[in-house]
C-alpha cells in the first residue's frame, strides 16, 4: 500500500481543486446523513395529524421545506464532489502517465529489446486503469464512507442506542462479504479473461494456419480442440456466475436482515413507549443511508489491494534507466559544432549489453567526411551493428568511435542525431500521413521538400497515383504500402533530413533493380557532399562506393574498391558472379 | 509541423435499430435448446418479484398491527414471516440470475462452434481479403455482446416489468392517492435516465475511440522507438501523446459531468417524492384514509420503484448493440463458402495419372499466375517444378489440393476432374512438406499427428525415426512431448523440415508434395534430410518444388516454370544440354553445391 503514496504529489498538484473537493465530500455526507432525521420529524407530524385529526400546517411545510433545501444543498454538493475530485483523479491519471510516456521516450533501444511491446502497453493502459481507480472512486468512497459512517452512529445514538447497536450487527458483514467477494469475483474474471484469450490465440492460429488445416483435413480436428477450449471456457465463465449471482442477493439479504432486526427491535421499543413512530423511520432510513458506504468500504479495499500490484508492476518500469545518454564527459553542442560526417573506427570492439560474444572485433576503419562506404557481408556478419553505433544506439566503449575527430561519446546524443539520417533494415512507417512520415524527422519541412524527397527515391510518382496523395494515411486505418515503397519512403525521411551522414541498411533489397538504380544515380549526386555508409547484400548498390569492405563474423576480412575486390576473388567476387547471372535469367522471357 | 490527429473511429461502432424481428428471432432459435432452463428462470424471476414487492407490504402491516395494536407476539411472528421472505427472495434470486447466466453461457458457446466452424469451410482467399484480427472480434467480443443480452437483459426487463406491474397494483389497492404522488415523478425519472444514458453512451464512445488511439499511438511508438530517438522525435512525440492523453482524459470528463449531475438529480427527484408523500399522507391521514404503515410501506417502495425505470434505457442500449453484433455474425455465418463439393462424389484411388491440361489460373482478375500449363505425372515417379521465386510452383500444389479453383483448363486424377471427387477425400490422396513447416500451439507428438488421435506414440516415434528425426526429438526435454512454443520458435530450419516429413507421412498418403527448404541449413542436418528424401521418394509419387541439386537429378521429369508458363521438361542432364533456362539455373544455384 506504501507504493500507493508515490502519486501524492499528482492529486496535490490542484490544491484548490483538491480541497474545494473534500469541502464538498465532508458537506455531501453530513447533510445526507441528516436527512432521515427530517424525514423522522415529518412522520411526527404525520402521526399527531391523525391523532388530532387535524393538521399544523405551519409545521408540516417547515418540515417538508427544510427537507426539500437539504437534499437540493446536498444534491448541489455532491455534484461538486463528483465532478471535481473524478476530474482530479483523470487529470492525476494523465499527467502520470505523460510522465511515463517521457520516461519510456528517454529508455535505449537495449531496454525495447529485452521487453515485449505488450508487456510495456499493458503497463501504461491497464495498470494505469488500476491505479486511477484508486486515485479517483477509491479515496472519493473511503472518505465517504469515513465521515458517513460515524455520523449516522453518533445521531442514531443520540435516538436510541440499544436500538441502533442491534440493528447494526448483520450491516458489519456488507463490508467484508463485499471485499471478499470482490477479490473472488475479480480473480474468477481474470479466469475467464485469461481463458479467452487462449481461445483467441487457438482461433487466431486456425486462422493464418488455415493452409495447413485445410491440407491435411484438420478442420474436424481443429473443431474438435476448439470445443475443448470453448467448453472450459464456459466452465470458468460459469464458476464467475456462480459466485456472480450470489453477490447481490446476498447483500440485498443481509441489507433486508437489518431492517427486520430495527422492525421488530424497534417495534418492541416502540410498544414499550422507549421511541416513537418518527424515530423509528429515522433509524429505518439510516439504514438505507449506510448501505452504500458499506459496501463501497469492502470494494475499496480490493481496489486497494489490485492498485498496489499496478503500482509495483509500473514502478519496475519506472526503474529502468537508459544505457545511452549525455553524461558527465559529454561536451555542449556549440563547443563541437557542425559535424561535417568523418567517420573513424578505432580498434572498436563491440558486445550487445547482456553479454554474448563480441558482434564486432577490432574495426579498424576511416571514412573521410563526404566518402562513402559499401558494407558487405552475410547475415549476422556485423553489418548492421555497425551502422547503429555510428548513431550510438548502443553503449560504445570510449575512445573507439569517433566523429569529426570526437570521441563519440562526448558528442550530446541530440546534437550527434541531428546530423545523421538513418534508414534501417527494418523500416517502420507510422500510422499517419505519407507526407508527415517523410518530413518525420523534420516536422517543419515544407509539401516542396517532401516531394522532393520523394523524387529522389523514386516514390513520387506512387504517392501521385494515391486518390489522397500526399495525405494519404498509412497503417493500420490507411492504406499498406508494398515492401519496396515502404523502403523508398525510408529513404525519403532520411534525405529530406539533408545530413552530414547518412546511413543506408539493406534498404533497397525489396527494390527492383531498375528503381534501385535510379534510387542510386539520384543519391549519388546528393551523397558527394555527404559521409554515406550503405549495406547491401546486392553488389550492384555498393559498387560504386570510394570503399567497400567484407564482414565475416565481426571482423573486415576484405576491403578495397569494386575492381579490387573483384580482382581478389574472395566473398566478394564469389557473390558479384552469382548475381549477374541471376540478372541474366530475368532478363529471358 | 506535424499534426497528431485525434480522430474518433466509429466504424467498427455503427448502431443499428434496437428491433428487427426476424435477427431477434434467429438469435433466439439459440435459446431453442435450453427452453426449460429459460422457463424456469423467468418462472424464478417472477417469485422474486413478488418477495421483493411483499417485503416493504409486511414492514407496513408490522406497524400497522402488532405495533399499533401493542402486541409483542405478533411483532415476532410477522418478524420471522418476514425472515421466511428474505431466505426465500434470496434463494429465487440467486437461482433465477445463475440460470440466466447459464443459458446466456450454454447459448454463446454454440453460437461460438458454429462460428468456428464457418471459419474453417471458408475459402482461402476469404482470409487473404479479411485481416484475421477482424474476424477473431467475430467469435470474441461480438459474441460477448449478445452475452450481455442474455444476462443482463432479457430476464432482468421481465422481473422489472412485473415488478412495477405488482407494486403498482399494490399501491393502488392501499391509496390510490398516494400512488400518485409517486407516479408524477416516474416521467421525470424516465427522462432524466434516458437524457442521461443517451449522453453517456456518446461520450463512451468517444473515449472509446480515443482510448484505442492512445493505446494504438503507445504500441507503435514503443515498436518504432529507434526510429524516433534516431530521429530526434522525443519532444514532438512527447507533444502527440500528451495531445492524444489530453483527448481521452476530456472524453472521461465529459462523461463525469454526466455522472455527476445525474445521481444527485435522481436523489433530488425521489426526496421530492418523498416530501410528496409526506405532505399528502398528513393531510390524508387527518381522515384517516392511510395508516402509517402505508405510509412506511410507501416509503421504502419509493426507494426501489424508480429503479427499473432508470435501467429501462440502459436495456435499450444493450439490446441495440446486440442487434448490430448479431448481424455481423450471421453475416459471416452466411457468407458462401466457395469450394463446392459435388454432390454425389467419386471414389478416388490414384492409379494412373496426376495431368494438368490447359490450366489458366489467378487470384485476382486476370493477373495470370499459370498460363497454358499442362504436364502429366505417372504413379510412382517424381516430379520436380524449377523455377526463380515468383514463377508460379507453389501455386501448383495449392491447385493440386483444390485450395483454389482454376479458372480454364483442367486438373485431372486417373483422367476424372478433380471437381468430381470430395475435396478432402482429395486432400486425404496428397501428404504436404511446406518449405516453412506451421508449428500449431502444443507438443511435438500433437504436431505431427495433427488431428488423428488413433496414431498411438509409438508409430510417432517409429516414423520419427524413418525420417531421421528421432535424434533431436529425443534429445529435447520430454521428448515427444516437449511443449512447442507459437510459430515453433526453438527448431531450426532443417529440424522443422524433418518435423514436416514426419507429419506428412503419419497420414500415409499416396502423393507427396514437397516444397523443399531453401534456407541454408548445418551440414549435418542436410545429410539426414538427403538420406530421407531418397527413401521416401522412391516409394511413392512426388510432386517436388526443388531447390537441391541430389532431388532434382533422381527426378524422373523435371518441369521448369518461368514468369507462369512452362518453359522447359526433361531430366537433369536432357536440360542441361539444351542449355536454356534451366541451364542458368543450375549454373546459379548448384554450382559448387552438390
Redesign the interface.
Known sequence: MKRLLALTPYLTRRPLWLVLGLVCLVLTSLLVAY?PRV?GL??D???A??ET???DMGR?WR??GG??AL??V???F??GM??LL??LS??A??DF??DL??H????S?SF?DRWM?GD??TR??ADMDAVRMVLGPGLMYLVQTAITVPTVLVLMMTIDAPLTLVSLVPLIFVPLVTWAFANEMYHRSRAMQDQ?ST??????????????????????????R??AI??E??HR??RF??I???F???L??VF??G??IT??VG??R??SGAIG?GDL?SI??WI?VLYWPLISLGWVMSLLQRGSASMERIQELLAERPDVADGPATRPAEEIGPLRGGIEFRGLTFAYPGAGPPALCGIDLAVPAGRTLGIVGLTGSGKSTLASTV?R?YPVPDGQVLIDGHDINTIPL?HL??H?G?V?QET?L???SIE?NI???Q??GTRSEVEMAAELSQLDDQIRSFPDQWETML???GINLSGGQRQRAAIA?ATI?DPAILILDDCLSAVDTDTEERILRGLRGVMSERTTLIIAHRISTVMHADEIIVLEGGRITERGCHAELVALDGLYADLHR?QQ??A???R?? | MARARVHDFHEDEVLGKAYDWPLLKRLGRYLIPYKRVVYLSIALALGLSVTEAVGPLIIGWIIDGPIQGGSTGGLALWSMIYLAVIAVGLVLEYASFYLIQWTGQMGMRDIRHEIFAKFQRLHLQHFDKNPVGRLLTRVTSDVSVLNELFAAGVVALIKDALLIVIVTVWMLWLSWRLTLVIYLAVPVIFLISWVFRMRVREAYRTMRARLSRLNAFIQESVQGMRTVQVFNREPLSMDQFHELNTALCDAHRATITNYAWFFPAIEFVTNLSLAGLIVAGAVLATGETVSIGVLVTFVIWLQRFFRPIQDLSERYNVLQSAITSSERIFKLLDTPEEIPNPREPRPLRLERTIEFRDVWFAYHDEEWILRDVSFTVERGQTAALVGATGAGKTTVASLLLRLYDIQRGQILIDGVDIREFDKHALRRLFGVVPQDLFLFHGDVAGNIRLGHDDVSDEEIRRICEYVNAWGFISAREGGLHAPVAERGAGFSVGQKQLMAFARALAFDPQVLILDEATSSVDTETEQLIQATLAKLMASRTSVVIAHRLSTIQRADQILVFHHGRLRERGTHQELLQMGGIYRGLYELQFQGQG
Open positions: 436527512i424525514v415529518a412522520v407530524v404525520f402521526e395529524s391523525r385529526a387535524s393538521i408540516l418540515v417538508v427537507l426539500m437534499a437540493l446536498a444534491g448541489v455532491r455534484f463528483r465532478k473524478i476530474d483523470r487529470l491519471e494523465r502517465r505523460d510516456f517521457r519510456l521516450l528517454g529508455l533501444p525495447y511491446t510495456v502497453v501504461l493502459s479467452m481461445l483467441s490465440t487457438m482461433v487466431q492460429e486456425t486462422l493464418s494456419g488455415q493452409r495447413v488445416v485445410k491440407s491435411f483435413n484438420q478442420e474436424g480436428a481443429q473443431q474438435t476448439f470445443e470453448n467448453e471456457y464456459v465463465g460459469l456466475a456462480s456472480f449471482s450470489a447481490f442477493p446476498m440485498h439479504a433486508a436482515l431492517l427486520l422492525v421488530w417495534g418492541g416502540l410498544i413512530y423511520t429505518f432510513l438505507f548513431a544506439l541530440r542525431r541531428s545523421i538513418f534501417s517502420f507510422f500510422s499517419e508527415d518530413r518525420f524527422g516536422p517543419e497503417g493500420e486505418r525521411r533530413l552469382r547471372l541471376e541474366e535469367l530475368e529471358v522471357d
